[in-house]
C-alpha cells in the first residue's frame, strides 16, 4: 500500500437521488455522475470533469456531485475553482465532512493554515465520519504549518495512541520533531515508518532531509533514490537528487 502525505477523503460513489433529466446526449444525469466518479477512481480528471459537468446541468443542486467536481478540479490543479465547488457542497450540505476535509487539504496545500485549522476543527468533532484519524492528522499538518507545534503533536499523539503502527502519523512525528530541531529523533520516526511500510515514498523523503540536515550526503541520496524508484514521476525526488549530486 502505498500512502500520501495529505489525506483525502473517499470518493463517493453513490447515485443521484431522483435525477431522470437526460443530456443532449440522451443519457440521464446518473449515467455522466458514475461515469465520472469511475474517472476519478482512475485519476483521469480530464474525463471526470467531461462527464461530472454534463451531470452538474441536468442536477446543478446536488452537494455529491459538487464535492466530486471539486475533487476533479483538485486533480486538474485547478484550486480556485475545487474551492468553489467544495463550498459549494457544503452551501447544500453544512455537515458533508468529506468534502469539509478535502477543502481543508486544499488550504493545507495553499498554506492558508487558519482556514484549514477551521475545516478540520469541523470533522474532528463529526463523531460519524469514518475518516477521523485522517482529520486529526490533516489537523496535525495544519498546526505544524503555522508553527504551533505543541497542537500539532497533541493532535499526533490521539491517532498513534488508537494506531501506534500508522506510518502516516510517524513521519507526521518525525515533521514536527524536525522542525523542533530534533533532527535524530525525526530519522528514527522516518525509519521506523519505512520498516512498516516499505514502499512510502514520503517517509524517504523526509528522511533524505534530515539527514542532508546532519551532513550524510551519501545516506541522504540513497534516501531519495528510493523517493524515485517508488514513484517514478516524482519531481521532488529527482530535485533533491540532482541538488545532492551538486553538493558532493
Known amino acids: 500500500m502505498r500512502y500520501g502525505t495529505l489525506l483525502t477523503a473517499l470518493v463517493v460513489g453513490s447515485t443521484l437521488s431522483g435525477c431522470v433529466a437526460t443530456s443532449s446526449s440522451g443519457r440521464p444525469a446518473t449515467y455522466h455522475y458514475q461515469m465520472g466518479v469511475s474517472y476519478l477512481e482512475e485519476r483521469n480528471y480530464t474525463?471526470?470533469?467531461?462527464?461530472?459537468?454534463?451531470?452538474?446541468?441536468?442536477?446543478?443542486n446536488n452537494a455529491e456531485l459538487q464535492y466530486n467536481l471539486g475533487r476533479a478540479l483538485t486533480g486538474k490543479r485547478r484550486l480556485d475553482l475545487a474551492e468553489q465547488r467544495f463550498l459549494r457542497a457544503l452551501a447544500l450540505r453544512p455537515n458533508y465532512s468529506e468534502a469539509?476535509?478535502?477543502?481543508?487539504?486544499?488550504?493545507?496545500?495553499?498554506?492558508?493554515?487558519?482556514?484549514?485549522?477551521?475545516?478540520?476543527?469541523?470533522v474532528k468533532d463529526d463523531l460519524f465520519y469514518p475518516r477521523h484519524d485522517h482529520a486529526l492528522i490533516n489537523l496535525a499538518?495544519?498546526?505544524?504549518?503555522?508553527?504551533?507545534?505543541?497542537?500539532?503533536?497533541?493532535?499526533?499523539?490521539?491517532?498513534?495512541?488508537?494506531?501506534?503502527?500508522?506510518?502516516?502519523?510517524?513521519?507526521?512525528?518525525g515533521r514536527v520533531l524536525f522542525a523542533q530541531g530534533k533532527t535524530e529523533q525525526a530519522v528514527d520516526e522516518?525509519?521506523?515508518?519505512?520498516?512498516?511500510?516499505?514502499?512510502?515514498?514520503?517517509?524517504?523523503f523526509h528522511l533524505g532531509l534530515a539527514l542532508m540536515k546532519q551532513s550524510k550526503l551519501s545516506a541522504a541520496r540513497d534516501a531519495f533514490k528510493e523517493v524515485v524508484r517508488i514513484a517514478p514521476d516524482s519531481g521532488i525526488g529527482h530535485s533533491a537528487m540532482g541538488y545532492i549530486d551538486l553538493l558532493r
Open 47 to 60: 474525463a471526470a470533469l467531461t462527464d461530472l459537468s454534463e451531470a452538474e446541468k441536468l442536477d446543478p
Open 141 to 173: 499538518l495544519a498546526y505544524l504549518g503555522k508553527g504551533d507545534h505543541s497542537s500539532a503533536m497533541e493532535e499526533l499523539q490521539i491517532v498513534r495512541a488508537s494506531d501506534p503502527r500508522n506510518p502516516v502519523v510517524k513521519v507526521s512525528v
Open 190 to 204: 522516518y525509519r521506523r515508518a519505512i520498516e512498516i511500510a516499505p514502499d512510502y515514498s514520503q517517509a524517504y
Open 100 to 122: 469539509r476535509n478535502d477543502l481543508g487539504v486544499l488550504y493545507l496545500e495553499t498554506s492558508r493554515w487558519d482556514n484549514a485549522i477551521q475545516q478540520f476543527r469541523a
